[in-house]
């Protein structure tokens, strides 16, 4: 079991930035790939960005260059920089793991765990 908690999200401005964090406990978080989703009332949960066990790291088009991902395994965290927020990112945040070798935790039907999710909020 892969336990996962997410933290940092809040209310900012349109331009400003946040740092969420995923922190996980039980099995080796080393050896899962782990992502980010996000999903807003009455859509469908979306791929943000995810880094694999080895550091690979993919991201949707609409964060590319804005949205930064990034894993510290001695400290079985996983973070997410969101520079330059839009209206738009507003949504409810998910942390992801997959195990190792089934997409680069980039896929939602390949997850294994997932956090109970942070909101964050970007006024206009």
């Known amino acids: 079991q892969v336990q996962l908690a997410e933290s940092g999200g809040g209310l900012v401005q349109a331009g400003g930035s946040l740092r969420l964090s995923c922190a996980a406990s039980?099995?080796?978080?080393?050896?899962?790939?782990a992502g980010w989703f996000r999903q807003t009332p009455g859509k469908e949960r979306e791929f943000v960005a995810a880094?694999?066990?080895?550091?690979?790291?993919y991201y949707a088009d609409s964060v590319k260059g804005r949205f930064t991902i990034s894993r510290d395994n001695a400290k079985n965290t996983v973070y997410l920089q969101m520079n330059s927020l839009k209206f738009e990112d507003t949504a409810v945040y998910y942390c992801?793991?997959?195990?190792?070798?089934?997409?680069?935790?980039?896929?939602?039907?390949?997850?294994?765990?997932w956090g109970q999710g942070t909101q964050v909020t970007v006024s206009a």
């Open positions: 880094i694999s066990w080895s550091g690979g790291t």
């Open positions: 039980g099995r080796t978080f080393s050896s899962y790939d």
């Open positions: 992801a793991a997959t195990f190792r070798g089934r997409g680069g935790g980039r896929y939602e039907a390949m997850v294994d765990y």
